[in-house]
């Protein structure tokens, strides 16, 4: 098993920046690829980013190329997603996840951090 707790959401103005932390524990050497995701308000959970945890290559949704970053620290089993330039259209709740096993889904989610940007 795999926990993962999220944290660094808030109210923020458009224009703003936000860091956002997903700290693992567990089995977290399971680890394959992390990653975040966002479920705007009425709409489904969509990818925003993923690195693999090993060699750190990314992966971003083109909605966010440019403006968000994310980057992990192996010592801490933690990631961060570094979100600059927010739009409206940002505001969700993000929530990291485990993919343990590259041939399938992710399958260890946190409890999700609400982002909300105010135009």
């Known amino acids: 098993q795999v926990q993962l707790v999220e944290s660094g959401g808030g109210l923020v103005q458009a224009g703003g920046s936000l860091r956002l932390s997903c700290a693992a524990s567990?089995?977290?050497?399971?680890?394959?690829?992390m990653g975040w995701f966002r479920q705007p308000p009425g709409n489904e959970r969509e990818f925003v980013a993923s690195?693999?945890?090993?060699?750190?290559?990314?992966s971003y949704a083109d909605s966010v190329k440019g403006r968000f970053t994310i980057s992990r620290d192996n010592a801490k089993n933690t990631v961060y997603l570094q979100m600059n330039s927010l739009k409206s259209e940002d505001t969700a709740v993000y929530y990291c996840?485990?993919?343990?096993?590259?041939?399938?889904?992710?399958?260890?989610w946190g409890q999700g951090t609400q982002v909300t940007v105010s135009s």
């Open positions: 567990g089995r977290t050497f399971s680890t394959w690829r």
């Open positions: 996840a485990v993919q343990g096993d590259p041939a399938r889904p992710y399958n260890y």
């Open positions: 690195i693999r945890w090993s060699g750190g290559s990314t």
